[in-house]
């Protein structure tokens, strides 16, 4: 039941809600929390920056014995640069030797050879055969040989053949234009002894 006043109206109840005093309490809690915060931030700074005062000297140590050894390895670097390009300008200009060297080693084997298929060309006519003229002739790193020979018989002559065609590099060998020669013999032989040697090794 409603308590009532007398002239009808609805009593006040004892109880009274302070509005202003509960937003007061809740803006301090907040204020406090803020400040809280605030605190344990100033406080993080600081430290950070007490470190980092600290961490400064050996940061510069550090820093300058970086700079140091960057100084030393351009050096280093600047020296080895120096050293390579001297060398390759001693290469470059040793290279036209090294050119020379290498055409006199590749003449030198050249020759080798065109003498060592001459030689055995002549050291390989039996006593039953001979020649008339030998011809030698390099072109194109090709040795070619002409021999125009006689022999006593056909199987004198192929003998001669036989054992001249021996050799490194041989390309090939035949003999050509044969026919009946009395030179040596009444039954003997002439013909032209052709062989083709690759002087490229």
């Known amino acids: 039941m ?8 609805a009593r006040r109840s ?21 400040r809280q915060r605030i605190r344990v931030r100033l406080v993080t700074l600081a430290a950070v920056i007490l470190i980092g005062f600290a961490a400064l000297p050996q ?3 550090v820093s300058a014995r970086a700079a140091t050894r960057a100084t030393a390895a351009r050096a280093r670097n600047a020296q080895w640069a ?16 090294v050119q ?26 039996p006593t039953s055969a001979a020649f008339d003229t ?3 002739e390099a072109m194109s790193a090709q040795l070619t040989l002409t021999c125009k020979s006689e022999a006593e018989s056909t199987s004198a002559g192929q003998a ?20 009946k020669s009395n030179v040596l013999q009444d039954d003997g032989v002439a013909f032209d002894f052709i062989k083709r040697v690759n002087l490229e090794p």
């Open 14 to 34: 004892g109880k009274s809600i302070n509005l202003e005093a509960n937003i007061l309490s809740e803006w301090s809690g907040a204020t406090s929390i803020v």
């Open 160 to 179: 001669f053949v036989d054992a001249a065609s021996k050799g490194p590099n041989v390309m090939y060998a035949v003999q050509a234009s044969t026919m």
């Open 100 to 125: 020379a060297s290498k055409m006199l080693a590749d003449s030198k084997r050249n020759l080798d050879t065109m003498l060592g298929n001459v030689r055995l060309v002549i050291n390989s006519v």
């Open 2 to 9: 409603q308590d009532v006043s007398s002239p009808g109206q």
């Open 59 to 61: 940061l510069n140590d």
């Open 82 to 97: 120096k050293v390579a390009s001297e060398l390759e300008r001693k290469a470059k200009a040793g290279e036209p030797m």
């Open 134 to 136: 030998l011809h030698v």
